[in-house]
């Protein structure tokens, strides 16, 4: 059942590329709508199967591969993994859906099948890197999405995309190098024999092998997520890519290097893990504040959003490095909310640069304008705005309360400086409102074109969702919830030093729902 998250789109990669190019583009796109629709009707198959109730890994498939060498073919999910995988789908499908009209210059129309063909192996590595069990076959899948992604930089990207996109090839390269490096000496240190990832102890291993090891998996993971200093390729490739790559980039790539750190980091290594959080809730305060100061000083709004998304992977750090119940629910929230809400501030962004031409904010001006301007997207971008500056209402306060209030009492002055985060994520964003929504229209500059209901579905279905969720989070917590108490549980934390009482012991539903009732008198 969950191979067919991973052949379905190879094969729809394969078809893609070796179908007549006498077809027309607009067939092309049919049938890539179609396959990305089953694969995300597939995975929501998978949740009415899926037993929110049980921690351990579900709906298993197994099949030895090279057992000489410890490779097997092992897939199987969890709380942690299975909402990742249905947003990865989700976005897919969005791309695919309006990429035709958010690639400039009508390159999208020229090469087509490529396009869409790189979109379905991108798709193809998540979901087998989420679902994997073994090691190596993670490693396979996670390495699936390097030539796939610097093609669809360099191909259709801006002015700099060859420059942006070998860039982000190094870095990337050089994350799946330190990952195998760690991978391999784990499984050979262990003695285990195997690179299944339940065959792997580390408990025997010295604790200074363990903190090398465990370091080789945050810098690879960290320049996935990026870490502050390991980001200076996201500005590069975000910007100069095309928003429908900009949207896979920032909103399924970056989770990698999350969901990496969670499921092995601290997976693997949970003893070891503790001793670096001092060190790891700090660096996630230094890229909460970096990202929002460095997003302030931008004139490029795509920038703008791609420094704001350094700063709201700080958030998942935070959550991950205080590892209690409830920050850990907030992280992985936090994951699926950064996805939504920053695919969805780079769509619009791109609305906005096909139709003024323009992402410069000195230019910008006067959008709201019911005649002359873009009312509808600029109202999509106010919310988008406030969903990122955590206001509310959208998914983006639940998650990011959630991590503050699970974090505060493990490390009290980074969790503050976070929250401080959130005041400077509201100015970069009163910026770009000011800015770009407001003041008088240039009427050198009017009238735009306007904007199809067509091109406005995918940006109008990603804000219900991010309102949707942030009035009903417990539809989407309570599938990681006891995946995430398991792993708290596993590691050797004092509760009563780690945790508050009474309500922060425990992640329930209940506990969760009396927190956010509680959000108003913080």
């Keep these: 059942m969950l191979s067919t998250l991973i052949w379905l789109p190879l094969f ?18 049919l049938g890539a709508i179609a396959i990305a629709s089953v694969l995300l009707l597939w995975t929501a198959a998978l949740f009415t199967q899926f037993d929110i109730s049980t921690a351990t890994m579900q709906m298993q498939e197994y099949l030895q591969w090279i057992p000489t060498l410890g490779i097997n073919y092992s897939l199987s999910v969890d709380g942690l993994s299975l909402p990742l995988v249905m947003l990865s789908n989700l976005l897919t499908l969005g791309v695919i859906y309006s990429a035709e009209s958010l690639v400039a210059q009508g390159q999208m129309m020229q090469r087509p099948r490529l396009f869409y063909s790189l979109v379905f192996l991108i798709n193809a590595g998540m979901a087998g890197a989420l679902m994997a069990q073994n090691l190596l076959m993670f490693f396979l899948f996670y390495e699936l999405e ?25 870095y990337t390269a050089t994350s799946g190098i330190l990952i195998l490096a760690a991978f391999l000496a784990t499984v050979w240190l262990s003695g285990s024999g195997s690179f299944d990832y339940n065959a792997i102890s580390t408990a025997d291993l010295p604790q200074r092998t363990q903190l090398i090891l465990l370091t080789l998996l945050l810098i690879g993971f960290g320049i996935k997520i990026p870490l502050i200093p390991l980001h200076t390729w996201l500005p590069d490739a975000y910007v100069e890519a095309s928003t429908p790559t900009a949207i896979l980039l920032g909103g399924v790539l970056a989770k990698l290097g999350t969901y990496g750190l969670v499921r092995f980091g601290i997976g693997l290594f949970p003893e070891t893990w503790l001793l670096v959080t001092p060190a790891l809730s700090w660096l996630a305060a230094i890229c909460v504040i970096y990202g929002a100061l460095a997003a302030i000083a931008q004139k490029d709004i795509k920038r703008m959003v791609a ?3 350094i700063g709201h992977m700080g958030y998942v750090m935070l959550g991950m490095a205080a590892l209690t119940s409830l920050s850990m629910v907030g992280a992985v929230l936090q994951m699926v909310s950064h996805g939504l809400i920053l ?23 006067g959008l709201l304008n019911p005649i002359r301007g873009l009312p509808l997207t600029s109202s999509l971008l106010v919310l988008a705005g406030m969903a990122s500056a955590g206001i509310p209402g959208m998914v983006g306060f639940v998650a990011e309360f959630l991590v503050f209030q699970g974090s505060f009492t493990a490390f009290p002055l980074p969790t503050l400086l976070c ?43 990603l804000t219900g969702l991010i309102v949707f969720l942030g009035i009903q989070p417990t539809w989407l917590v309570r599938w990681s919830e006891t995946t995430t108490a398991a792993l708290v549980a596993a590691a050797p934390i004092n509760r009563q030093v780690m945790n508050p009482p009474a309500i922060l012991q425990s992640a329930s539903l209940t506990g969760i729902a009396q927190s956010l009732n509680n959000a108003d008198h913080l």
């Design 12 to 29: 729809g990669a394969a078809v893609m590329g070796f179908l007549p190019g006498t077809i027309a583009a607009s067939q092309f796109r």
């Design 146 to 170: 390097l030539i796939p992604f610097y093609l669809l930089i360099v191909i259709w990207g801006g002015t700099k995309r060859e420059y942006a996109g070998m860039k982000f090839l190094i």
């Design 307 to 309: 420094y704001s998304s």
């Design 343 to 365: 695919a969805l501030l780079f769509y619009i962004v791109g609305v906005i640069e096909v139709k003024v031409g323009t992402r410069d904010l000195d230019v910008l001006n």
């Design 419 to 461: 929250v401080g985060g959130t005041g400077l994520t509201a100015v970069y964003f009163v910026i770009l409102l000011n800015r770009t929504c407001f003041g008088r229209l240039d009427t050198k500059t009017a009238y735009y074109p306007r904007v199809t209901w067509r091109e406005q579905t995918p940006a109008l279905i």
